[in-house]
């Protein structure tokens, strides 16, 4: 996939041209003109570029270019440095990318990194609705924020479906041998999602402060939307994380059970076979002085005894439930 993916100069909320990031002279900021420029997995070299025209601190640039961030807002003088998770499914785990974003007087830089959707139907929106893409910068990052929360929706949904089911299987007693090692991949995916939005109710507080750079109190609405959407993800998250636990603790008490089951089973036969087994080591020990020993009818009521004191204990342990 190319390095940039988009690039474009916006007046008055409409889109009136394509640019060339290698021309210096259509890169300079101008008075009522934003350029919003979409980047994947840029090499060191555009960044440097994109540095030189807009004037973006050495660190933002770093971290834009390594990835690996934690969520965040940074602010370098008149530039804000936002950073935030993005995820999708591949196959039936959660992978975490990361799009990092610039935002400056007169321009916005997207650049993603990792397992993300393009952000074309984010730009194709905001250039439907030009009444509110005359905002400016603070209006395309606030749809870019959207978007990637949004998309956090289903990914939950689809963890929220996943737990449901192995919650079903283990309670119905059906869950496979490899229930832990769904449950692990489950949490994981989690604490993932977990330490993808913590973050993101602070930055939206953040940015709703009058001292900070570029967004204008009229947007303000906009990213308490998004501050919202993140709150209730957040919660969601954390419940089905005590969902988890739930299913971890009741797949331990019914293997315990299950256990105790068998343990019952195991010690009524142990004490039935007890008899048999006490009365022939009894008589197995070749003592010449022993009751009954030449008796005529030993034979026979050594069988009858253990016969009988076996299928008594059989009863009283059916009776108990034991077998």
């Known amino acids: 996939m190319a390095t940039v993916v988009n690039c474009a100069a916006y007046e008055n909320g409409r889109r009136v041209t394509d640019l060339d990031i290698n021309d210096p002279e259509q890169m300079k900021p101008k008075a009522g003109r934003v350029i919003w420029i979409g980047l994947h997995e840029p090499t060191q070299d555009v960044l440097i570029k994109l540095q030189g025209y807009f004037g973006l601190h050495d660190l933002a640039v770093e971290d834009a270019y390594r990835a690996h961030q934690r969520p965040k807002l940074e602010v370098y003088g008149e530039t804000l440095f936002i950073v935030m998770k993005t995820g999708q499914f591949v196959g039936e785990h959660v992978a975490m990318g990361e799009t990092c974003f610039f935002v400056g007087k007169g321009y916005v830089i997207s650049v993603r990194h990792g397992p993300s959707m393009g952000y074309a139907d984010v730009r194709a929106r905001c250039e439907n609705a030009p009444e509110k893409l005359k905002k400016g910068e603070d209006f395309i990052v606030y749809a870019l924020m959207d978007f990637i929360v949004d998309r956090y929706f289903p990914i939950i949904d689809h963890l929220e479906e996943l737990l449901e089911d192995l919650e079903e299987r283990v309670f119905a007693g059906k869950e496979e041998r ?101 009365i022939a080591g009894i008589y197995g020990m070749n003592f010449d002085n022993m009751p009954e020993l030449h008796w005529q009818y030993g034979y026979f009521t050594t069988l009858v005894v253990i016969v009988s004191v076996c299928g008594w204990l059989f009863w009283r342990f059916k009776k108990a439930g034991w077998l």
């Open 178 to 278: 490899d229930a832990l090692e769904e449950i692990a991949e489950l949490r994981r995916d989690l604490l993932e999602m977990r330490h993808a939005v913590a973050p993101l109710p602070e930055i939206c507080q953040r940015l709703m402060r009058y001292d900070v750079p570029i967004i204008d109190a009229n947007t303000h609405p906009y990213f308490r939307d998004v501050y919202d959407h993140s709150h209730i993800m957040l919660e969601r998250i954390d419940s089905l994380r005590e969902m988890v636990k739930t299913v971890v603790e009741s797949k331990m008490l019914l293997n315990a059970m299950r256990q105790n089951e068998v343990m019952k089973k195991l010690a009524a036969w142990a004490a039935m076979l007890a008899v048999p087994t006490a």
